[in-house]
């Protein structure tokens, strides 16, 4: 089983939209979830990290199940720029270690 | 800042042939990260270090080497090419293991 799953997309969504992604993870002792944002053949950057309580950030709103071992993230008012490959990322067994998914990839289109 | 710098960004080996690829941060983090992505994938961890001279193995260490002789230089080395490395090699580095981590820009690398 993969350390993390992401549904790899493309979601293509009008602007304006609402869209929310959702990340699996298999270690259920993981402390450290991120959310980063890619641009094509670019380098990953940080969009947000996931707290326990969960968190908001604009349009972005990041959330943690521990029960069910998901996160998700909602993109309210989709923009153009919005436009990305969106990867999960969490810490493994060892706390140094991250897995990355192989990201979902997001289309807004005017 | 220059934040995480990366070279070469591009390079084409034959196979058998070995090089270094570079990294160096600014940001005086302990923190730093060896990770390749490969077309459609996610990124996987080559290796990482946790300060000067101590380094561990990441999920795909096989056919890589690093040192870490100061806090600054990160360098990955490639022993004996093959075109399963070819991939795009990212550096990134962070202050602490919990935290941020911050990407270079990325070494493309074929091997042929």
């Known amino acids: 089983r993969k350390e993390v799953e992401q549904d790899p997309g493309p979601f293509n969504v009008p602007e304006g939209a609402t869209v929310a992604f959702n990340c699996t993870y298999s270690n259920s002792a993981s402390q450290s979830f991120f959310w980063y944002r890619q641009d094509c053949r670019k380098e990953p950057k940080l969009l947000m990290s996931v707290y326990s309580s969960g968190n908001e950030d604009g349009r972005f709103t990041a959330q943690l199940n521990r029960a069910s071992q998901y996160i998700s993230l909602l993109i309210r008012d989709s923009k153009l720029s919005d436009s990305a490959t969106y990867l999960c990322?969490?810490?493994?067994?060892?706390?140094?270690?991250?897995?990355f998914g192989s990201g979902t990839k997001l289309n807004v289109k005017p | 800042n220059a934040g995480v710098t990366q070279t070469p960004k591009f390079r084409i080996l034959k196979i058998g042939q070995s090089m270094t690829l570079q990294c160096a941060q600014d940001m005086n983090h302990n923190y730093m990260y060896w990770y390749r992505q490969d077309p459609g994938m996610g990124l996987k961890l080559i290796y990482y270090s946790v300060g000067a001279g101590i380094t561990d193995k990441g999920e795909v260490p096989n056919g890589y080497n690093v040192s870490r002789s100061t806090t600054e230089d990160f360098p990955l080395r490639l022993e004996l090419a093959a075109p399963s490395q070819t991939s795009v090699y990212f550096c990134a580095s962070s202050l602490q293991g919990s935290y941020e981590q911050y990407f270079g820009p990325g070494t493309r690398l074929t091997v042929t």
């Open positions: 990322v969490v810490n493994g067994y060892n706390f140094n270690k991250f897995y």
